[in-house]
């Protein structure tokens, strides 16, 4: 039997590129939120879950942060997907043709010198990938789509421009999700630790928190702040350190940052994608 990994978004969606080049033996299943996503591998429905966490461009991805710690699942692996933005067609259209280009609107800023350039204006949809369906379903030649290739592919249109975003280094980190956590694993690069943590009432409590840290020489590559349960006095913090738990810098640490919280919880324990040094 298949084993599927869910996302959220369209078929064609970055998303489901991150499950074909991540995970290509899995069969993808598509989902319309991230909590219909977590709730899919909750359920069994799905075995893992992929799921986007930060772009190079945009920062984080909205929500997420406050998902993962409640979502009951386990980080296991992370992928880094460079998003290339294409500018597709209906069969035979060409681009001195198309008038408008559809897409997302995190995807519509990154490409707008080409879109002045060639005098099209572009347009909102909710979906990179359901803007595919929908000129596909139009056949209409003044109709684009910005989206991937893979979205092409799926929807019949033709590829009129290849890698039009202004910025060419465009990359979206996904972390890839399981019911059950895998401490075992050591691999062949780093590995990587992700968790969140309140910091104690206390003054100088967060610089205390962080001083395990620098002293033991744990490189910590992530540090976000945001609130919880709607009270500016509620602060959660969600961090990325290089290193396992059973590593004995890092065992350190973790145990000086207890004195110092009042809750700390590991999300997963997974090797460093080998594309993240070159980031």
């Given at each position: 039997?298949?084993?599927?990994?869910?996302f959220?978004g369209?078929?064609?969606?970055?998303s489901?590129?991150?499950?074909?080049e991540?995970?290509p033996?899995?069969?993808?299943?598509?989902?319309?939120?991230f909590?219909d996503?977590?709730?899919?591998?909750?359920?069994?429905e799905?075995?893992?879950?992929m799921?986007?966490?930060e772009?190079?461009?945009?920062?984080?991805?909205?929500?997420i942060?406050?998902?993962?710690?409640?979502?009951?699942?386990?980080?296991?692996?992370?992928?880094?997907?460079?998003?290339?933005?294409?500018?597709?067609?209906?069969?035979g259209?060409?681009?001195?043709e198309?008038?408008?280009?559809?897409?997302?609107?995190?995807?519509?800023?990154?490409c707008?010198?080409?879109?002045?350039?060639?005098?099209?204006?572009?347009?909102?949809?909710?979906d990179?990938?359901?803007?595919?369906?929908?000129?596909?379903?139009?056949?209409?030649?003044?109709?684009?789509?910005?989206?991937?290739?893979?979205?092409?592919?799926?929807?019949?249109?033709d590829?009129?421009?290849?890698h039009?975003?202004?910025?060419?280094?465009?990359?979206?980190?996904?972390?890839v999700?399981s019911?059950?956590?895998?401490?075992?694993?050591?691999?062949?690069?780093?590995?990587v630790?992700?968790?969140?943590?309140?910091?104690?009432?206390?003054p100088a409590?967060?610089?205390?928190?962080?001083?395990?840290?620098?002293?033991?020489?744990v490189?910590?590559?992530?540090l976000?702040?945001?609130?919880?349960d709607?009270?500016f006095?509620?602060?959660?913090?969600?961090?990325?350190i290089?290193?396992?738990?059973?590593d004995?810098?890092?065992?350190?640490?973790?145990?000086?940052?207890g004195?110092?919280?009042?809750?700390?919880?590991?999300?997963?324990?997974?090797?460093?994608?080998?594309?993240?040094?070159?980031?």
């Amino acid at each position: 039997m298949t084993q599927r990994i869910a996302f959220q978004g369209e078929l064609g969606a970055y998303s489901h590129q991150a499950c074909k080049e991540a995970r290509p033996e899995m069969e993808a299943l598509a989902c319309r939120t991230f909590e219909d996503v977590i709730a899919a591998v909750r359920s069994g429905e799905a075995e893992l879950a992929m799921l986007p966490v930060e772009n190079s461009t945009y920062g984080r991805v909205a929500d997420i942060h406050r998902l993962l710690p409640e979502s009951g699942l386990h980080i296991i692996d992370e992928a880094f997907v460079r998003v290339h933005i294409n500018l597709l067609g209906v069969p035979g259209a060409q681009i001195a043709e198309v008038t408008d280009a559809w897409s997302h609107l995190v995807l519509l800023p990154q490409c707008s010198g080409f879109l002045r350039e060639h005098g099209i204006t572009g347009r909102l949809s909710t979906d990179n990938a359901r803007a595919a369906k929908d000129v596909a379903a139009k056949g209409d030649k003044t109709q684009a789509a910005l989206a991937s290739e893979l979205a092409g592919e799926i929807y019949g249109l033709d590829v009129l421009a290849r890698h039009i975003e202004d910025h060419d280094r465009n990359t979206t980190r996904f972390l890839v999700m399981s019911r059950t956590p895998n401490l075992d694993r050591r691999g062949d690069t780093k590995m990587v630790t992700t968790f969140v943590f309140r910091v104690r009432n206390i003054p100088a409590a967060l610089y205390k928190a962080m001083g395990g840290f620098a002293t033991n020489g744990v490189n910590m590559t992530k540090l976000e702040s945001y609130m919880v349960d709607g009270s500016f006095t509620a602060t959660q913090f969600y961090s990325d350190i290089e290193g396992h738990p059973e590593d004995a810098n890092v065992k350190r640490a973790l145990d000086e940052l207890g004195f110092f919280t009042s809750e700390m919880r590991v999300l997963g324990v997974y090797p460093a994608d080998p594309n993240r040094p070159a980031l």
